[in-house]
């Protein structure tokens, strides 16, 4: 997952951290235009099984689910997010909630919200936040999915620097292409 910030995020997080665990708490927020909030038809849902190697903890903040994770000063306050889904609320509960004013069936743009809370010498407490980037939630028929019918370049450098444009159908013209090498490590 791509995170907005999320370098500035760990840099910062670094500079105020000497020996003490902390709590990431994550949550889902909204993705439009307005100020980043939590998502009304949206919650975290914590995920176990076998294979969810980060411990986590469900928690209950004026409606809005919230993820703990802890941060420990022995995995340099470093957390694998493998234990977290995104749930959808059902639009006939939400829409009772008095004040509620946006439509669950359109607002299917969420983001991950990541907040640490650094409590200080002096008895003050840093919040550090940072969100992802917009992430779709909605399911699409295979009518709309993303179809590429060609593409201008076969092959070019690891390094980059050349341009490839894709045709096709069901994605902007602003949408981006990223390749990724896995490899160990």
Do not use: W
Request: aromatic content about 6%; proline content about 5%; some cysteine.
């Amino acid at each position: 997952m791509a995170l907005s910030g999320g370098f500035l995020f760990s840099r910062q997080l670094h500079g105020y951290i000497e020996s003490e665990p902390l709590t990431l708490q994550l949550f889902i927020g909204t993705a439009d235009d307005r100020l980043l909030r939590p998502h009304a038809f949206y919650q975290v849902h914590r995920i176990t099984g076998k294979t969810v190697s980060t411990t986590s903890h469900e928690t209950l903040f004026s409606n809005t689910k919230v993820l703990e994770i802890p941060l420990l000063p022995d995995n340099n306050m470093k957390a694998i997010i493998d234990c977290a889904g995104i749930l959808k609320l059902r639009n006939s509960d939400i829409e009772l909630r008095k004040g509620e004013t946006d439509i669950g069936r359109k607002n299917t743009r969420v983001r991950l919200v990541f907040r640490v809370h650094i409590p200080q010498p002096n008895g003050r407490t840093i919040s550090l936040q940072v969100a992802s980037n917009p992430i779709e939630c909605s399911q699409r028929s295979a009518q709309e999915l993303p179809l590429v019918e060609k593409q201008n370049l076969d092959s070019f450098p690891v390094t980059g620097g050349q341009t490839m444009i894709l045709t096709g159908h069901n994605f902007l013209p602003d949408s981006k292409v990223i390749f990724v090498e896995k490899a160990q490590g």
